[in-house]
């Protein structure tokens, strides 16, 4: 079995607007790639990927690729973004590198840390 075989890939197509409303610096990118690791289907990893779509659809529709890697699959893939713990999000583009643990359910922990919202002030 190759490794494509073990990742499934959801893919939007961008879509191009004459006028963008204004946004935050970094949701100006055209195209966001994001690989979400997983174990298998379990419920923090159905949970994840359902969270990681649902912010995708309402903050970057049609500017994102998810590419969902299973570990109990292909656990070989884990070493390429170094991951420690599932389930992992990796913002792939744009750069930066970023990594977020866990099912996604803090909603601005997550838009925090791919930078679609500015850090809060204290």
Not at 46 to 51: G, I, K, S
Not at 114 to 121: C, E, H, Q, R, Y
Request: glycine fraction near 4%; proline fraction near 7%.
């Amino acid at each position: 079995m190759s490794a494509g075989a073990a990742r499934k890939k959801i893919t939007k197509k961008s879509a191009k607007k004459a006028v963008k409303p204004k946004a935050a610096a970094s949701e100006d990118h055209d195209s966001w790639k994001l690989r979400l690791y997983v174990a298998g289907q379990t419920p923090k990893s159905l949970t994840a990927f359902a969270n990681l779509k649902r912010l995708c659809e309402e903050h970057l529709a049609g500017r994102y690729e998810i590419e969902v890697i299973d570990l109990v699959k292909k656990p070989q893939l884990a070493q390429n973004d170094q991951i420690l713990a599932i389930p992992t999000l990796v913002r792939k583009l744009p750069e930066p590198i970023k990594r977020i643990i866990g099912d996604l359910s803090n909603l601005e922990r997550v838009m925090v840390g791919m930078d679609l919202k500015p850090i809060p002030s204290s």
